[in-house]
């Protein structure tokens, strides 16, 4: 059976993600087909000391499953990468390739897509009209109720924002019971069906200090979030809370749900990447395509300079993998 390909977008060029692509096929991931210009490849792998072997490929059926090369969907960036320093020019290309990466995954023709991360400022600039990635890639799929949904996960923890990039004084009139309730419903749905996990315990979080405590600090946990919580149960889903976010990501505390639905962005991302920073993946649940990402930035900061940590690629390389195997199991089935 030929083993399809994961789609890797080149996200933003100045950045590190040329790099960390390079050091993962490398460390020996296989089976990946990445959108980049080659010469652009080739240089970065030069100033890595990397021997390379590039395999150019007009599309993911071209594909070569016993090949140990690099196989590269070539595009032509508009201004030469400079690492460090985005280009507006080169815009479109990151957006073409992120379209063209879900189409094809959509087509079957790829198992997945894992993105690099995009510069969202640059992309602004050239009149990117979408908050983030998960809110661009949904646009491109038929996504389910609820979606899209933003999982970030490690092997100590999994957690999905309600409301994902919209400032903080929006996010008590941007919550809802039935939002509440749908993005439970879809979590639990794929942490089933994705993850395997045959009864799933989803913990939610609590909008204010102390989740209100009782009315005193805020209403919204007892008379949004509660409710919504009993409706989840009364239709069989194991959802509890509201929960205090400050005592809900403790290491006794993780033993007892499977994720965390929290309100806000920053509410659950902090700590997941507090616990692990280099090995979370960013999993966009709901969208009818396998989509993965590390769980950094594109670290312009950095670029450029050799020492950028593959792992958090290497791990949402992985899990889409993981992923799109079960779908297939399941489809086959």
Known sequence: ?????????????????????????????????????????????????????????TDPASFDPDSRRLHIIPIRWIKPPVAGAPD?????????????????????????????????????????????????????????????????ACDALRVVPATIHIALNEVPQSISTPLIIEKCQLLNANLKNGFG???????????????????????????????????????????TGPYPADTLFHAEARKTYDAVLGMYHDQVLIPLKTIDFFGGVNVTLGLDFVRTSPDHGTGLDIAGRGIARADSLIAAIKMARRLADKITCRTAA
């Open 1 to 57: 059976m030929t083993v399809r390909p994961l789609i890797i977008t080149p996200g933003e060029p100045a950045g590190i993600g040329a790099e960390i692509v390079l050091k993962a096929w490398q460390s020996g991931i296989t089976n990946i087909c990445l959108i980049d210009q080659p010469t652009h490849i080739e240089r970065t792998a030069a100033a890595l000391g990397m021997t390379l072997s590039l395999a150019e490929i």
């Open 88 to 152: 507006a020019a080169n815009a479109p290309q990151v957006i073409s390739a992120i379209e063209r990466a879900a189409s094809w995954a959509r087509a079957g023709v790829a198992a997945g897509i894992v993105t690099n991360p995009i510069q969202k400022s640059t992309l602004y600039d050239a009149g990117f009209a979408y908050p983030g990635h998960t809110e661009f890639l949904a646009s491109l799929a038929e996504p389910d109720r609820g979606a899209p949904l933003m999982m970030l």
């Open 197 to 239: 996990i045959p009864n799933p315990h989803i913990a939610v979080c609590g909008l204010n200090p102390h989740a209100g405590e009782n009315g005193r600090m805020g209403y919204e946990d007892d008379t949004i979030i509660l409710p919504a919580i009993n409706q989840l149960q009364a239709e069989g889903v194991n959802a």
